[in-house]
Each structure stands twice: as C-alpha cells, then as structure tokens.
C-alpha cells in the first residue's frame, strides 16, 4: 500500500478565482477536478465545454437530429 507521502499532487481549477490550485484549497462548489498536472487543470473549462459539445452532438444524432 502507498503511504499519503508517496501520493502524487493533485490539481484543480477553482472557476471563481479562475486560478490552478495544488490539492483542494477551495469548496467543491467552485472547484473542477482532480487532474494530474496544473497543465490540465488550466484547461478545465475548455475540456467541459469540449464534453459537452460532444455529448450534446451524441444526442442530436441520437434523436435523428444531426446532420
């Protein structure tokens, strides 16, 4: 079993402050996360809305909607 010393860092990115956060320093309510690097956790915002545009274009052609 690994110690809590052995973890590696966590990242988050806190979408009121717009800032990175290393662990979770701020309430879930204004966190995205956990993520391996700062790198992703930046990107937070754009890979949501990446999701759900994927997700939303899934469910248009789902409902015969999509070109």
Known sequence: MSSDAEQKPEYFFN???K???KGRLS???DVMGPYDT???AQLALETANK???SWDDADDKWRGEGS
Do not use: C, G, I, L
């Open 15 to 17: 979408a009121r402050t």
């Open 19 to 21: 800032m990175v956060e």
């Open 51 to 53: 999701r759900s545009k």
């Open 27 to 29: 309430s879930w309510e």
């Open 38 to 40: 700062p790198e992703e």
